[in-house]
């Protein structure tokens, strides 16, 4: 916890660093770039609700990579998983309001992200059937389910799902009633940000208190050593990828229900990729995931307030997230390769 | 050229590879080293050629001391060597791999035809037509190794060495290979090789040098010896099967009888074998190792189905029983290393119902129960927390055995469950063995160590080629006469 600590503070000093060259570049001055973000990320309420907000998603689908990992599951298709459990959701309201179900939100809400985190599940589930029946690579499987699943969505929007033909591709607008509750209505935070914090400690009991969990991680460790001890290796990492598509899918339900409350093409922003960072800077710990995804989620909020007030633009907080990631990634591999020295010796 | 060995002495950590070994290799003579498994003999070879560097003695080629620790060095000055793991790539073609041997600098312009063209003539001498343009990774492996020969043969280096060369070949590609072994040694070369085929040996080379346990037996022309010798000088005297008072089983136990069982390859690995196991009794199943003794093991443990079994124990369908289980490969079967010691003693832990309360595990019980069993087997580590990757061979295998061992299993399946510890730390191994069968359970256990089959087992079977014979019968088999 503390070696994992002082990862994540490494990387915010690396960031920062990198974030000074970068507006540097832009010609944004770097004291008044650096304030903008800081103003953005945590300089009154609604800063801090924006922070919490982005980093609810980001919580989450880090949560699954983690739990797919820990289980030598290589899932690199958050994405797919969290449009795919957004879809979900959203393919029901329309039975909802026919129903008459709309009119119970407290059984309609926690349905809707019910089936997000089955849809999430599902779309997982494909690329661990691949795995296990074909020995087809993870990684590849679901990198590729990706964009299957932004095809998917393209097709529901402006097909079966969309609300008025002629309009706009969106699916029917959700009802304000089944909305994620709200303690201030001025501000975008809302429950889920809650629900995410209570997910990583579920996240953290599964991998750590249950046997279930332990059987996965020694499964992502050592598939001979599961083998010897009769633990059905392949079943465990399908379960893994279960859980880990469900967090992906939960995810995209609570930002369709809580923020966009309907779906068009662009419906993910990139939520799924980012969620490998978030995950790679925990070192795989669910309560470090916390941490590192406030992290970005804050560095997000603030490049947003950078954006609008700077000549930059909004392209600017995509190379912010590239950067984190880029950074995050080459910290990985640099420590690493420091740690694995002393082990060599050791040996 | 005349290569000498003097005195070498060679240790991996705490285990001594080599003990101040001696021997003499003559131009003109196939000379082959024999020994058992972690005998010493690859370490050796290492260690002339340069792959290896001693800790203490000196390697003298026609009298001048080579750089000892660098391949390198030795390769320019004409010892060559030939893995039994090939050196090729897989991608490239005959000609490309051929070349690469060759390859004079990163930098220079090369033509690869130029640098194969020497390799490919001495195959031709040797009767051998290679097409250059065929990708290595499609030619038999018989083949492959003939390319792998030609490298070290094509710079008519006058020391050649064979790392267990007929391991991988068929009968009459060890017969195709032991002519060009004989050739090379009419030409004059000083030839080596290291076999555990007392067949071959005897057909082949002109003498034999002998190790065990990293000490030099003895070394004698091949027409003073005979296949009796070289066995006893392999595996030692005979240990006095009578040495342990022998158990009362009056119990029947449990009969297999008729069982086969596949391999990984789908190769018929245990070929209709029947035997008992009984409780109290520790039965040993010795050979050379890739007899079938771990697919047996692993069909005991329940990790592997049988393909049939004519009659068996009657179990309900289903049931598992509680088996402890030893793997053989600690390192791959047994632990995960990256975990700690307490989680891999909990593979076996979280079993017991003890442990668990629905889909939760009882971490306090689990911890405690690790702790108490660091204690009772004096498990070396800093606490329970700690990565089982940082623990000395002999404490490894002792979280294994621990785990195994702690919960009276009414079965326990160990293979080589002493391989590669030290004295004290097999000792331990062997006793808890022996304390497991006493309080009852019925102990498997494979070895290729007959020092220890003789000693620990009560009844003793061997396995070769899949089949199981009585100890009694099976003499002849000692010394490996197949693998």
Redesign the interface.
């Known amino acids: 916890m503390i070696s994992a600590l002082k990862r994540v503070f490494g990387t915010i000093a690396a960031l920062i660093l990198l974030l000074g060259v970068t507006l540097f570049v832009f010609g944004i001055p770097v004291i008044e770039g650096f304030s903008l973000i800081a103003e953005g990320a945590g300089a009154d309420k609604f800063a801090w609700s924006r922070t919490l907000v982005k980093a609810t998603p980001l919580l989450l689908t880090g949560l699954g990579m983690v739990v797919a990992w820990r289980g030598g599951m290589y899932n690199i298709g958050g994405e797919g998983q969290f449009i795919v459990g957004g879809l979900f959701s959203a393919a029901l309201v329309p039975l909802l309001l026919k129903s008459g179900g709309a009119q119970v939100p407290a059984i309609a809400i926690p349905l809707l992200l019910l089936l997000s985190a089955v849809g999430g599940a599902a779309w997982a589930w494909l690329a661990a059937w691949l795995y296990v029946r074909r020995g087809v690579d993870v990684v590849i499987s679901t990198i590729l389910l990706n964009f299957v699943a932004i095809q998917l969505l393209a097709y529901c929007v402006t097909g079966p799902l969309r609300a008025r033909a002629g309009d706009v591709p969106l699916t029917l607008l959700l009802p304000e009633a089944l909305t994620l509750w709200r303690p201030d209505r001025q501000m975008d935070l809302h429950a889920g940000v809650l629900l995410a914090l209570l997910v990583a400690v579920a996240v953290a009991v599964y991998l750590f208190r249950t046997k279930a969990g332990f059987y996965v991680r020694l499964a992502g460790e050592s598939v001979r050593v599961a083998r010897a001890n009769r633990i059905d290796a392949a079943a465990m990492r399908i379960q893994a990828m279960l859980v880990s598509g469900a967090l992906c899918g939960l995810a995209g339900g609570i930002e369709y229900i809580a923020m966009a409350r309907q779906l068009g093409t662009g419906f993910s922003q990139n939520w799924g990729f980012l969620g490998i960072p978030v995950a790679l800077l925990s070192g795989l710990d669910p309560m470090v995931a916390v941490i590192s995804a406030l992290l970005f989620g804050a560095l997000f909020a603030g490049s947003e307030n950078l954006a609008r007030f700077t000549s930059a633009g909004p392209t600017l907080i995509y190379i912010v997230q590239a950067l984190a990631v880029l950074g995050v990634v080459a910290l990985r591999s640099f420590l690493s390769r420091r740690g694995k020295k002393p082990s060599v010796q050791a040996k | 050229m005349k290569l000498v060995a003097r005195k070498i002495s060679k240790s991996y950590g705490s285990l001594q590879a080599l003990q101040d070994v001696s021997a003499d290799f003559l131009p003109g003579e196939i000379h082959a080293i024999l020994g058992e498994n972690g005998a010493g003999k690859s370490t050796l070879m290492a260690v002339l050629s340069g792959f290896a560097s001693p800790d203490s003695g000196e390697v003298l080629l026609e009298g001048s001391p080579i750089p000892l620790g660098r391949a390198h060095e030795c390769r320019r000055l004409g010892i060559e060597m030939i893995h039994q793991h090939f050196t090729l790539v897989p991608e490239f073609t005959v000609e490309e791999n051929l070349a690469l041997a060759r390859l004079p600098s990163l930098a220079s312009k090369v033509n690869i035809t130029d640098l194969a063209r020497p390799a490919l003539e001495v195959g031709k001498t040797l009767g051998w037509q290679l097409d250059p343009a065929a990708r290595v990774g499609d030619l038999a492996v018989g083949v492959q190794q003939r390319l792998e020969i030609l490298k070290a043969l094509s710079a008519n280096a006058p020391v050649v060495i064979f790392d267990e060369p007929t391991a991988v070949l068929a009968p009459d590609e060890v017969e195709e290979l032991f002519r060009v072994l004989r050739r090379l040694r009419d030409e004059g070369r000083t030839v080596i090789l290291i076999a555990h085929k007392l067949k071959e040996i005897m057909s082949v080379a002109d003498r034999a040098t002998v190790l065990r346990l990293g000490r030099h037996i003895g070394s004698a022309p091949i027409s003073d010896l005979d296949e009796r010798i070289l066995t006893q000088w392999m595996v030692g005297e005979l240990p006095n099967p009578s040495a342990r008072p022998k158990q009362v089983c009056t119990e029947e136990g449990e009969r297999f009888e008729g069982l086969t069982i596949l391999g990984d390859r789908g190769q018929v690995s245990v070929r209709s074998v029947s035997f008992s196991l009984r409780r109290g009794e520790i039965v040993g199943f010795g050979g050379v190792d890739g007899n079938g003794q771990v697919e047996l093991a692993?069909f005991l443990?329940?990790?592997r189905p049988a393909i049939s079994l004519l009659s068996g124990p009657v179990r309900a369908p289903g049931e598992?029983r509680p088996v402890a289980?030893i793997?053989q490969d600690r390192q791959?079967?047994?632990?995960?290393?990256?975990?700690t010691v307490q989680?891999n003693m909990?593979?076996?832990g979280?079993r017991l119902p003890s442990m668990?309360r629905g889909?939760?595990?009882l971490?306090r019980r689990l911890r405690a129960w690790a702790t108490d069993l660091i204690d009772r087997f004096d498990i070396r580590v800093s606490g329970p927390d700690e990565k089982v990757?940082?623990l000395s061979g002999g404490n490894q295998q002792k979280v294994v055995v621990s785990r195994a061992l702690s919960e009276q299993p009414s079965l326990v399946v160990a293979v080589n469950p002493t391989r590669g510890l030290d004295l004290k730390a097999a000792q331990f191994v062997r006793d808890q063995l022996r304390s497991a069968s006493d309080q009852g359970a019925a102990v498997a256990l494979f070895t290729t160590d007959l020092d220890e089959l003789f000693k620990v087992a009560d009844r003793r079977f061997f396995m070769s080629g899949g089949d199981l014979k009585a100890a009694d019968r099976a003499e002849g088999m000692l010394g490996g006469s197949s693998a």
């Not at chain 2, 791959?332 to 975990?339: F, H, K, N, P």
């Open positions: 692993e443990a329940g990790v598992v289980y793997p791959v079967d047994g632990l995960a290393l990256e975990m989680e909990a593979v076996v979280t668990t889909p939760f595990l971490a990757r940082a």
